[in-house]
């Protein structure tokens, strides 16, 4: 089974975004919405590489049809309308990640003229998804398509990547400045935990702020780990962690490593996990005669 984990630049209206899910088919298992970012995950997950790379060019043909980045407005960088897709192989060889993440960048790339970039596994030399965001369009050029963004829809990031977890802490306070400093300190490379990721963002809608974190090295730093780390920062400066989101879905290993006190603290329970929306890809047995 592989996985694809579309990132879009749409986050606030339902009508576009109902558009975007039916377009993915019956390979959608999830989608998660955020207002203040303006952006939507929609994670999808089919049995093969054809598969999947299908599901993956019918949603960006609908990014194409419904999305205009030139009038986008969020407060999570991107380079897209169609930002980042990557592909993560769930019970299979990671290769066949690699063939579905540059496969669905050379179609995307010639079918709607997308300037994409690849990343980790799917980049011949690694490059991962920070240094796309530095870099592309200023010192690297598009591994596919045209040089220039696309006056709509920008560029894409694609790539092939083992399974992460993205995961946001709400903070009781709506200073940005507090969620930014927590972040560099949980974050690795600034020196905070192992395999995490970590930018923090206003949420005006709502009145908060937000620690929003990848943890791209589960056997480093898993859900739990890193979020009571965020936890216990903003206890120190005088705030609190007020809610726990979940974007995309988890493993059921990881899920089963967190505490019963956690889990309540977080909200997270089995529905939540990869596993569980899976299921209905296995056949239902035949009723007893």
């Known amino acids: 089974m592989l996985e694809c984990v579309a990132n879009v630049s749409e986050g606030r209206r339902p009508d576009v975004l109902a558009d975007l899910a039916a377009a993915c088919g019956d390979v959608l298992l999830d989608a998660h919405t955020d207002r203040d970012h303006h952006r939507s995950v929609f994670t999808l997950a089919a049995p093969g590489v054809d598969e999947i790379v299908a599901g993956a060019l019918r949603l960006a043909r609908g990014v194409d049809r419904r999305l205009d980045l030139s009038d986008h407005l969020g407060v999570h960088p991107r380079i897209g309308s169609l930002d980042v897709v990557p592909f993560v192989a769930l019970d299979v060889d990671h290769e066949y990640a690699v063939e579905a993440a540059r496969s669905f960048g050379e179609q995307v790339a010639d079918e ?3 300037p994409v970039f690849l990343y980790d596994s799917a ?3 690694g490059r991962t998804l920070p240094s796309v965001r530095r870099e592309a369009f200023v010192s690297r050029a598009p591994d596919f398509g ?5 006056p709509r829809l920008g560029g894409v990031c694609v790539g092939a990547r083992p399974f992460l977890v993205a995961v946001n802490c709400e903070l009781a306070n709506e200073d940005p400045a507090v969620a ?3 972040a560099r ?3 690795e490379r600034d020196g905070g935990l192992a395999g995490v ?3 923090g963002f206003s949420l005006p809608s709502r009145a908060r702020s937000q620690v929003s974190m990848n943890l791209v090295n589960l056997s480093a730093t898993g859900v739990q780990e890193a979020c009571w780390a965020v936890r216990d920062h903003a206890r120190r400066v005088g705030s ?3 809610g726990v989101e979940l974007v995309g879905l988890l493993p059921a290993a ?3 490593r967190c505490s019963a006190e956690f889990l309540g603290w977080a909200g997270l329970g089995p529905g939540d996990t990869i596993e569980a929306r899976l299921a209905r890809f296995s056949p239902v047995p035949d009723p007893p005669t």
């Open 146 to 150: 045209p040089p220039a963004p696309h």
């Open 123 to 125: 980049d011949p030399v």
């Open 185 to 187: 300190l949980v974050r």
């Open 240 to 242: 609190e962690v007020v």
């Open 112 to 114: 709607l003229g997308l």
């Open 254 to 256: 990881e899920l089963n």
């Open 197 to 199: 990721r970590a930018l």
């Open 180 to 182: 930014a400093e927590i």
